[in-house]
Nanobody, 114 residues
């Protein structure tokens, strides 16, 4: 079993920055990939960014150039640095990890005010 715990959400003004963190515990060996999804009210959950153990990344087009995902394999954490935030980034952000099956964190709210 894998447990994922997010932190770092909150309220920020347009143009501001936030850093989300996700700590993995349990059977953490070889959780790959790890990433972040988000779900806005009335919308489907969407992939925001993914990172693999080798360091390769993918981002949804709407956050490219603004968000950066990083991973600390030694500390079993993954981070999402979000800059130039927009109201449309408002959502619950979920940490994701795969180890034989999908694992999800409980979610953390990010609200960007206009």
């Amino acid at each position: 079993q894998v447990q994922l715990v997010e932190s770092g959400g909150g309220l920020v003004q347009t143009g501001g920055s936030l850093r989300l963190s996700c700590a993995a515990s349990g059977s953490i060996f070889n959780i790959n990939p790890m990433g972040w999804y988000r779900q806005a009210p009335g919308k489907q959950r969407e992939l925001v960014a993914i990172i693999r153990s080798g360091g390769s990344t993918n981002y949804v087009d709407s956050v490219k150039g603004r968000f950066t995902i990083s991973r600390d394999n030694a500390k079993n954490t993954v981070h999402l640095q979000m800059t130039s935030l927009k109201p449309e980034d408002t959502a619950v952000y979920y940490c994701y990890g795969y180890r034989y099956r999908d694992y999800w964190g409980q979610g953390t709210q990010v609200t960007v005010s206009s």
